[in-house]
Nanobody, 124 residues
Framework: VQLQASGGGLVQAGGSLRLSCAAS????????LGWFRQAPGKEREFVAA??????????VYADSVKGRFTISRDNAKNTVFLQMDSLKPEDTAVYYC????????????????WGQGTQVTVSS
């Protein structure tokens, strides 16, 4: 599966952005997709994930974004969205979407296919 992330940009603190992750190639009736982010000089970290099909329809979030970010999926378009509200300067990072392989949805190594990343910059 190939993943294409888009929607990043520059926004002031308190603003909103919506990221999209379009999947192409082989897609599945069940699976999961996650968003991760990496700030300069820091490790890549989990942001949110969504599962569907046999694995159940659940969404999970990092504590740092819970209540501000919402992950959702458009089945017909094979696209997953990350709605980001009340953005903070500390949300500045390159955001990546990834397709889940196996294991915990919270862990980077559980995801096998990665998109190219989209830059999100939040100014104070």
């Amino acid at each position: 599966v190939q993943l294409q992330a888009s929607g990043g940009g520059l926004v002031q603190a308190g603003g909103s952005l919506r990221l999209s992750c379009a999947a192409s190639g082989r897609t599945f009736s069940s699976g999961a997709l996650g968003w991760f982010r990496q700030a300069p000089g820091k490790e890549r970290e989990f942001v949110a994930a969504i599962s569907w099909g046999w694995s159940g329809g659940i969404t999970v979030y990092a504590d740092s974004v819970k209540g501000r970010f919402t992950i959702s999926r458009d089945n017909a378009k094979n696209t997953v969205f990350l709605q980001m509200d009340s953005l903070k300067p500390e949300d500045t990072a390159v955001y990546y979407c990834a397709a889940h392989s196996s294991g915990s949805l919270y862990l980077t190594h559980s995801f096998g296919s990665w998109g190219q990343g989209t830059q999100v910059t939040v100014s104070s």
